[in-house]
């Protein structure tokens, strides 16, 4: 009998950069909803005022590699890119 790795046994990995905090909400309500474990990182900081946001993006999205084209698919649904 298979046994579920629990997202705390699994390494996360950059898998996209988010563009916005609108997405960020998206993204991780979809992917909670599918039970797809992730983290959102933002790239604000307070002593530059979300400077790197700008230049960067808004953050990154991190996820167990075993999950990474699942995410991306669902990522490229959301953007409207297929």
């Known amino acids: 009998m298979a046994t579920k790795k629990s997202s705390a046994d699994m ?16 993204v991780s309500n979809v992917l909670r909803q599918e039970d797809i474990p992730h983290e959102l990182r933002s790239y604000h900081d307070t002593a530059y005022d979300g400077l790197f ?28 890119e297929n």
Request: glycine content about 6%.
């Open 11 to 26: 390494s996360f990995i950059r898998t996209a950069v988010i563009e916005n905090a609108i997405e960020a909400q998206v």
């Open 53 to 80: 946001q700008m230049q960067l993006g808004w953050g990154e999205l991190r996820t167990p590699e075993v999950f990474r084209e699942q995410v991306l698919d669902i990522l490229r649904e959301i953007r409207g």
